[in-house]
């Protein structure tokens, strides 16, 4: 039986599909945490956690130097023959820890680069991928200078977060310093990494937003497909909701997946699956932001149900040393998912899932939330307070189907 570590998880989607991929593929699955406790507090965690983890390992997983302690004492008692992570903030350890260890993973200094977001930005301009016009700043005064050469409305953005934390949409000084301070305020991220010195500040692009799902493999990175993405939240950008394969044309398709090609290889990204996000302005693709890991928010749960394989499965296989570049993957339907939102406060109750659930295309109608539950403003991912997931022919379809079931869901809340 082969053996694969896992450094931590995502709790939106990937991670546990990655954790189920390796029980199906009969792994012996060892997981190393800093704690389990938000696993558990997630929809399914504690079933995934049980149902799929063999051995669990506490210790600290967002620095390389604990995290390569606990491995390499789990390696010396039997040999590991695979170690990654899909979660965000523990990339870089894990890819650095597999690196040390001799086992495959994709090179940790192409994830260090596109773990901070001023780094993805330096090397795409010096390598001619069109980017928003930006400033890497250090001090409030820079922050309201960069502002002021961009114009408003301007976005402010911490350069290691992910979920959409500090990202804000300014339109006034007072807004971008309000944002600087903020994330200056806290020495971590939210993973209780020292966060960089840098925060940026950059042009706010006017146009509609997807993702582009890459594999990297042997020097080449492929298409896997594009993601029409629904943001939200004001002044914020929320994910509402996400649509696999993309219904746009195949003209603006083929600029979008070249111009995430571009931004992958730029970076060195050479082995995985990553998420690479831009917006289609009237000057064309311009990039957001590359994620070196899956993607979060059930995109991968999208993109299995359309393609009817396992995309996580293909990822287990890359790190087990095994070539998948030559496998068809391609839509055979469509899928979507709509996030639920609720307004601010204490959850008084939840009516309507039964009847979402049994609208037909329907796969999936959550809320996470139940009385006494309290509802946060809609500032990051997490605020969400559910999902519904439907398959269709089309896209299109499978969209159109999980508004019209999301519709019947209310969450009542009120004030605290």
Not at 234 to 253: K, M, Q, T
Not at 256 to 270: H, I, S, Y
Request: aromatic content about 4%; glycine content about 10%; overall charge negative.
């Amino acid at each position: 039986m082969k053996r694969i570590g896992f450094v931590e998880s995502n709790r939106s989607g990937s991670g546990f599909d990655a954790l189920r991929a390796a029980r199906r593929l009969g792994l012996h699955v060892t997981f190393f945490s800093c704690g389990l406790d938000r696993y558990h507090a997630t929809p399914g965690g504690t079933e995934v956690l049980e149902g799929c983890v063999d051995e669990f390992v506490s210790c600290p997983t967002h620095e390389v130097g604990p995290l390569l302690a606990a491995v390499k004492e789990v390696d010396a008692r039997q040999p590991l023959d695979a170690l990654l992570s899909v979660a965000e903030y523990e990339v870089v350890p894990a890819a650095e820890a597999a690196r040390q260890l001799g086992l495959p993973g994709p090179d940790p200094a192409a994830i260090r680069i596109a773990r901070n977001k001023a780094e993805q930005r330096r090397r795409w301009a010096e390598r001619g991928v069109p980017v928003p016009e930006f400033h890497a700043v250090t001090t409030p005064e820079e922050a309201m200078q960069a502002a002021e050469k961009l114009g408003f409305p301007c976005v402010v953005k911490a350069v290691d977060e992910t979920s959409g934390a500090h990202v804000v949409r300014c339109t006034t000084v007072a807004e971008v310093v309000e944002t600087y301070t903020a994330i200056r305020a806290v020495a971590t991220n939210r993973r209780g990494q020292t966060r960089p010195a840098e925060v940026l500040v950059e042009e706010c692009l006017v146009g509609f937003e997807v993702s582009i799902e890459v594999l990297a493999e042997a020097g080449a990175v492929r298409v896997l497909g594009v993601t029409d993405k629904l943001l939200g939240g004001r002044n914020r950008f929320i994910e509402l909701g996400h649509n696999f394969p993309s219904a746009l044309p195949e003209g603006v398709r083929t600029e979008l997946e070249a111009a995430a090609v571009a931004a992958t290889t730029a970076v060195g990204f050479d082995l995985g699956i990553a998420h690479v996000e831009l917006k289609y302005t009237a000057g064309g693709p311009k990039l957001i932001e590359i994620n070196p890991r899956p993607a979060g928010d059930q995109i991968t749960e999208l993109m299995d149900r359309s393609f009817g394989l396992s995309t996580m499965e293909l990822l287990l296989r890359q790190y087990l040393g095994e070539s998948v570049g030559s496998i068809d993957v391609r839509p055979v339907r469509g899928a979507a998912i709509r996030y639920l939102t609720a307004h601010p406060g204490v959850v008084d109750g939840v009516t309507g899932v039964e009847i979402a659930a049994a609208v037909p295309g329907v796969a999936e109608a959550v809320v996470s939330v139940s009385p006494g539950s309290h509802v946060n403003h809609l500032h990051v991912n997490e605020d969400r307070v559910g999902h519904v997931l439907a398959t269709a022919e089309t896209s299109y379809l499978a969209g159109r189907i999980a508004e019209a079931a999301a519709q019947q869901i209310t969450v009542r809340t009120h004030r605290d």
